[in-house]
C-alpha cells in the first residue's frame, strides 16, 4: 500500500507546466520582446539621426575648405597678383576667342563677362542663375580665377618665329616644358587636349589653349614635355571649353605676353631673336585656373530621374565646376563685401547685382556665404514615435579674399 502511495505522488509530480502557467510565461516573453524590438527600433532611429547629422557636418567641412583654398588663391597668377593693364604696366591677358558665334564680319566673336576666362573680374557672381531646367532653385553662383601655383611646370624653351606680318613671335606656338622632378612630371600628366592654360613670369601671364595631346608629346628620358599652342583651332561642342580657340587679335590686354624673349641657354634652329635671360622664368600653370561654384541636379537624382526642386532638396548637390562636391546642398548664396573709394569707405556687403551696378567686382575683399544642407536620407526625430524627415543645417561663414586688390 505504501508502495502505490509513492507511484501516485511520482506521477503527480511529473505532470509538468499548467495552462495558467503557460499563459504567463508567454505574456512575460511577449513584454520582453516587445522591449527588445522598442529598443532595436530607437536605437535604429537615433543612429540615423547621428549618421545625418555627421553626414552635414562632414560636407560642412570639405565645401568651406575648398570654397577658402579657392577664395584665398583669387587673383594670384604666380609670383605677382592681378593688376589690369594701364598703358606698359604688366597684368594677365588672353588670346583666347570663341567661334560659337560668328559676327557679320565672319570674325570670331569675343570673350563676354559672366563666361569662365573672362578675365576683366577675379571674382563673379550671378544672383539666382537662369531658369533654363539646370537649376530649378535658381541659386547663387560664384567664380574664383587664378593660378594655382602648386600645378606650375617652369618652361624649358620655346619656339620664337619672328614674323612681322603674322606676329607669332609673340605667342609661341609650341613649348618645351622641364619635366626632370617627378612632381612636375606628375603636373604634366593632367594636361589635357583643349584645356586652358596660364603661361607667367613675374612681368605678366596669358591665357592659352592646348591643341596638341600632351601625353603623345613626351620625351621622359630628357625630360621634357610639349605643348602646342596652334591658332584657330578649337575645342569641339561638348567638351568643358567647347568653342573655345587661341585667336591673336582676341589678345586683351595687348600688353600681356610674358615669355616673347626667354630661353634659357637653348637656341632653337630656325627661330631668331636675342635672348634675354635676365628675364624671370616663365611657368605654365596647369588646372582650369577658373572654377565655378553651383546648385545642380546630383548624380543620384540623374540616376532615379528626380529632379533637383523644393519637393526634392534631397537630389541638389553643390557642384565646383562638373565636380560633384557634396549631396544634399539645397541653397547657396553669396553675399559680397567690399569698402567703396579705394578702400576708404565704410564696409558693405550686396547681391552680385549691386556689385555689379556699383562696378566693384576688383574692390570685392571678402564673401559672406550662406549654405543650407540636408542629411539626404529621412531620419525621425523624437526616436521611433517621431516624425520622419530630412535633417537640415544652415551655416554662414565670412571668406576672405586675400590677392583682391582695390582700384
Same mark, same amino acid.
Given at each position: ?107 570670331? !566673336? /569675343?570673350?563676354?563677362?559672366?563666361? +569662365?576666362?573672362?578675365?576683366?573680374? =577675379? %571674382?563673379?557672381?550671378?544672383?539666382? @542663375?537662369?531658369? &533654363? ?62 584645356? !586652358? /592654360?596660364?603661361?607667367?613670369?613675374? +612681368?605678366?601671364?596669358?591665357?592659352? =589653349? %592646348?591643341?596638341?595631346?600632351?601625353? @603623345?608629346?613626351? &620625351? ?188
Amino acid at each position: 500500500m505504501k508502495t502505490n502511495d509513492k507511484r501516485i505522488m511520482s506521477i503527480r509530480n511529473e505532470q509538468g507546466l499548467g495552462l495558467i502557467e503557460l499563459m504567463i510565461s508567454v505574456v512575460i516573453g511577449a513584454f520582453i520582446l516587445g522591449g527588445v524590438f522598442q529598443l532595436h527600433a530607437t536605437s535604429r532611429a537615433n543612429s540615423m539621426v547621428g549618421e545625418g547629422t555627421s553626414r552635414i557636418q562632414e560636407n560642412v567641412r570639405y565645401i568651406f575648405s575648398q570654397i577658402e583654398d579657392d577664395a584665398s588663391q583669387t587673383g594670384n597668377f604666380g609670383c605677382f597678383a592681378q593688376t589690369f593693364v594701364v598703358g606698359s604696366r604688366p597684368g594677365v591677358g588672353s588670346i583666347l576667342g570663341s567661334n560659337k558665334a560668328i559676327g557679320s564680319d565672319g570674325e570670331t !566673336v /569675343a570673350i563676354e563677362k559672366g563666361h +569662365r576666362y573672362f578675365l576683366d573680374d =577675379m %571674382i563673379y557672381g550671378t544672383d539666382g @542663375a537662369v531658369d &533654363d531646367g539646370s537649376d530649378p532653385m535658381a541659386q547663387d553662383e560664384v567664380v574664383f580665377r587664378y593660378a594655382s601655383r602648386a600645378a606650375a611646370i617652369p618652361v624649358d624653351s620655346y619656339k620664337v618665329c619672328p614674323d612681322p606680318d603674322t606676329k607669332d613671335e609673340v605667342f609661341p606656338q609650341e613649348i618645351e616644358l622641364d619635366i626632370s622632378a617627378l612632381a612636375d612630371r606628375n603636373t604634366y600628366g593632367t594636361l589635357d587636349q583643349y584645356e !586652358v /592654360a596660364l603661361i607667367g613670369d613675374c +612681368r605678366a601671364a596669358v591665357y592659352m =589653349m %592646348i591643341t596638341n595631346d600632351p601625353s @603623345a608629346d613626351i &620625351d621622359i628620358e630628357a625630360g621634357i614635355g610639349t605643348v602646342k599652342f596652334e591658332f584657330n583651332t578649337y575645342a569641339p561642342e561638348g567638351h568643358y571649353n567647347e568653342f573655345l580657340g587661341n585667336e591673336y587679335e582676341g589678345l586683351d590686354p595687348p600688353n600681356s605676353s610674358p615669355i616673347e624673349r626667354y630661353t634659357p641657354g637653348v637656341e632653337i634652329p630656325g627661330c631668331g631673336g636675342s635672348n634675354d635671360s635676365s628675364r624671370a622664368r616663365p611657368y605654365l600653370y596647369a588646372g582650369r585656373s577658373a572654377y565655378t561654384y553651383s546648385i545642380k541636379q546630383s548624380a543620384a537624382g540623374k540616376e532615379l530621374g528626380v529632379n533637383c526642386s523644393d519637393e526634392h532638396p534631397e537630389y541638389c548637390a553643390l557642384f565646383r565646376d562638373s565636380e560633384e562636391m557634396a549631396e544634399g546642398v539645397e541653397q547657396f548664396q553669396v553675399a559680397y563685401g567690399w569698402q567703396p573709394d579705394g578702400g576708404g569707405g565704410t564696409l558693405m556687403f550686396g547681391t552680385a547685382d549691386a556689385v555689379e551696378a556699383a562696378g566693384a567686382w576688383n574692390d570685392v575683399d571678402r564673401l559672406r556665404i550662406t549654405v543650407t544642407l540636408n542629411s539626404v536620407e529621412n531620419a525621425k526625430l523624437g526616436g521611433d514615435s517621431g516624425s520622419s524627415r530630412l535633417l537640415t543645417k544652415t551655416i554662414t561663414r565670412t571668406i576672405a579674399i586675400r590677392n583682391q586688390i582695390q582700384n
